[in-house]
Each structure stands twice: as structure tokens, then as C-alpha cells.
């Protein structure tokens, strides 16, 4: 079993910057990807950015340029440093780890963005 929690979201002003975090937990697997997706009231949940064991980098076309997945997910951990918030990043964002055998979620952590 592969466990994945989240922390750091809140309430941040337009313009703004937030650092969500994420921590795996149990049989973390050597080879997975660990990424964000994110889901705003009404909308399919939607991929934010990922990251997988070898260091390749995804980025969902709405926030290049404006979120970062800093570091590596060596650790089982991954963050996200999200700058330049607008009114639209706001959502609940799922952390997610996923290989061939597990795909596991977090409970999500609420990100306001107020303009």
C-alpha cells in the first residue's frame, strides 16, 4: 500500500505565492511518477504538473512560467511552488503518486486564490 498526503494550501491574494507539499508513505515504489492535479468546483480534475524518478518534468499549458515542482521526488516527497496566483488556480489540489501498479491520491488541500 502507497499512502500520499498533502499540506500547504490556503488563502493568498491574486499575484501571490503558495508551496504545497506531499509525502508518500508504505511500499513507495522505485520508479513512479509523483505530480499535482488540481480540481476548481464544476470542472473535471485536471493535471497541474508531475514529475517522475528520472527527472522529467510536465507542466500543464495554464501555469507554465508561474509553478514549479522544485527538486526531485527521490524521497518519496514533491512539492509544488506556485508564484503569480490568479483568481483561476483556484481549486482543490491532489497530490498523486503512479506507476504501472499503484495510482494512489491525497485527500486534496483547498487553494483560494481571492482577486
Known amino acids: 500500500q502507497v499512502h500520499v498526503e498533502e499540506s500547504g494550501g490556503g488563502l493568498v491574494q491574486a499575484g501571490g505565492s503558495l508551496r504545497l507539499s506531499c509525502a508518500a508513505s508504505?511500499?513507495?515504489?522505485?520508479?513512479?511518477?509523483m505530480g499535482w492535479y488540481r480540481q476548481a468546483p464544476g470542472s473535471r480534475r485536471e493535471l497541474v504538473a508531475t514529475?517522475?524518478?528520472?527527472?522529467?518534468?510536465n507542466y500543464a499549458d495554464s501555469v507554465k512560467g508561474r509553478f514549479t515542482i522544485p527538486g526531485d521526488n527521490a524521497k518519496g516527497a514533491v512539492f509544488l511552488q506556485m508564484n503569480s496566483l490568479k483568481a483561476e488556480d483556484t481549486a482543490v489540489y491532489y497530490c498523486n503518486l503512479r506507476n504501472l501498479w499503484y495510482n494512489a491520491w491525497g485527500q486534496g488541500t483547498q487553494v483560494t486564490v481571492t482577486s
Open positions: 514529475i517522475t524518478t528520472d527527472g522529467r518534468l
Open positions: 508504505g511500499s513507495i515504489p522505485s520508479v513512479r511518477t
